[in-house]
């Protein structure tokens, strides 16, 4: 049992570790600033609307909060790996007892903590912009916000996941583009699948197919975020079975992740 | 554990390069052993496998033949590593951190209780004399200060066996001094040492025995007192040189 919390301590020395050195780089504040001055912008882009301005704040700063968390996720994943061995930092990590599946792990849960506090310090300015700009409350802007920007962050797992594991194989410029192309393309998967199926043509189709079951679908999850960000009530049960697909992904990538670094040599 | 702590049989490493598949053989059937509290010195130019005999002896690479253990334990393996302290060549650490997180952090990878671990860290610090910079983010370190460092965290775990690559890189001369007494200190509380350097007065002050790998092959071990006294060699530059095959130039002289 002590055996057991002893190797989960050392994922949480990692994720610990992972997370200060994360917040402590003045980059990362910058993105911050960057999301404030889009949400500022939204803010007189909807004066300049006919009564559609908390409807352009919402939309337009859900998707720079989405948008920024997901550089941050892409550009800090995809290094993650590859910026311990360039520092050779990975040297003194993998000659103490620590396994692949650990340091994967600890990485991958100290990113997406700091990832995780962007997103809520995000999201609770961007519900105290909505207070100051429509008569509701602080507290009930903060309850019509928490949904939505929950699915953004399980959506940024998701991409932080992506990341990590294309950084354990792939080269610097690559890892980025497929993370990339592997975050678009599970936005529109269901289109792609439609378009194989309009073409009539069966290899098309099982090739779409394919795309779609082997590569994430996030199209549902950016549905139900909509509808939860106007008020409808969201279908728990979706929303239940997109969080366990999410996360039987993940699990799915870093134990991929862990296997390649587990078997690779640093010279 | 008594007798063999540290042997390679037949240790050989060939890398493939990616463009053309031509493979080069970096290490060539080297055997080196080392026995328990001895202080080996592995001794070498530049490129001749040092730190690729290290890294195999770590884990960090797999042999392409032949075989290598650690403590009797094949090298990499976790019970190994738990016992071994390990310094690379010009450390580099979390520039974010500090020095007193960072040792703390390696504590905690080999899974040493916090209180013990507070307590290693400041007799650490205090031993490579860097308590008043402890709390200062290591991007402000000089080099000579991450090596100080690094040689704090490579004892953290109170090693059984160290392996060191060139310890003395980036050190003053008092850091060098430091360096010894606490290789002075090491041999005498029974730590094996295993160590690479360039530094030929170091390596005769603190080793038993040497090791010469050239071009990689391991092409001489001897214990230095066999050097020194009964040799025809004047010390152990010359012994180094002769191994290799070069001639001592500091014969000859350039035309006047």
């Known amino acids: ?267 | 554990m008594t007798g063999c702590l540290i042997e390679t049989k037949g240790l050989t490493k060939e890398v493939v390069s990616q463009f053309l598949r031509k493979r080069t053989c970096i290490l060539d059937g080297v055997d080196i052993t080392v026995e328990q509290g001895q202080t080996f010195g592995l001794l070498g130019l530049n490129g001749a496998g040092k730190t690729t005999t290290i890294k195999l002896l770590l884990g960090l690479l797999k042999p392409t033949a032949g075989t290598a253990t650690v403590l009797g334990r094949t090298a990499g393996s976790r019970d190994a590593l738990q016992k071994i302290g390990f310094l690379p060549e010009n450390p580099y650490f979390y520039s974010q951190l500090t020095a007193r997180e960072c040792l703390l952090f390696m504590a905690s990878l080999f899974g040493v209780p916090k209180e013990i671990a507070r307590e290693r860290t400041e007799k650490l610090l205090s031993l490579v004399k860097m308590s008043t910079n402890a709390n200062l983010p290591m991007n402000k370190y000089s080099k000579g200060m991450l090596q100080r460092i690094g040689i704090a965290q490579s004892l953290i775990n109170e090693p059984q066996v160290i392996f060191w690559d060139e310890p003395m890189s980036g050190l003053d001369i008092i850091g060098r001094r430091d360096v010894r007494h606490i290789l002075h200190n090491l041999k005498e509380e029974g730590c094996t040492i295993f160590f690479n350097s360039h530094l030929l007065p170091d390596v005769s002050e603190i080793c038993d025995t040497i090791g010469i790998l050239h071009k990689g092959k391991l092409i001489a071990q001897e214990k230095i007192a066999t050097i020194s006294t009964q040799g025809h060699y004047k010390d152990l530059e010359t012994y180094f040189l002769q191994s290799i095959g070069e001639t001592d130039d500091s014969t000859q002289r350039l035309p006047q």
Not at chain 1, 70 to 99: Q, R, Y
Not at chain 1, 182 to 192: E, T
Not at chain 1, 234 to 253: A, F, P, Q
Request: overall charge positive.
């Open chain 1, 1 to 267: 049992m002590s055996q057991c919390l002893n190797e989960f301590q050392k994922i949480f020395a990692i994720a610990l570790n992972t997370y200060r050195e994360i917040i402590r780089d003045r980059i990362f504040y910058s993105f911050f600033v960057f999301v404030i001055f889009i949400i500022l912008l939204a803010v007189v882009l909807g004066n300049l609307s006919v009564g559609q301005d908390e409807r352009i704040l919402r939309d337009v700063g859900l998707a720079a909060i989405g948008l920024i968390g997901g550089i941050i996720a892409i550009f800090a994943g995809c290094n993650l790996v590859s910026k311990e061995i360039d520092k050779k930092t990975i040297f003194v990590i993998f000659t103490k007892p620590v396994t692949g599946w650990q340091f994967i792990a600890g990485k991958y849960l100290g990113l997406s903590a700091a990832v995780l506090l962007m997103v809520t310090l995000m999201g609770l300015f961007m519900s105290g912009v909505l207070s100051a700009a429509s008569p509701h409350s602080f507290g009930s802007q903060i309850n019509s916000l928490l949904l939505p920007v929950v699915l953004v962050q399980l959506e940024l797992l998701l991409v932080i996941a992506i990341a990590i594991f294309f950084s354990t194989f792939a080269t610097p410029v690559m890892r980025v583009l497929f993370t990339l192309g592997m975050w678009l393309i599970a936005h529109l998967g269901g289109s792609l699948r439609e378009f194989g199926r309009l073409s009539n043509n069966h290899p098309l189709q099982t090739l779409t197919n394919a795309i779609y079951w082997t590569l994430p679908d996030l199209a549902n999850l950016t549905r139900a975020r909509n509808l939860l960000m106007y008020g409808n009530q969201g279908n728990h049960e979706v929303i239940t079975l997109i969080t366990c697909y999410i996360i039987s992904y993940v699990l799915i990538l870093l134990i991929m992740a862990s296997i390649i670094t587990e078997h690779r040599e640093f010279s």
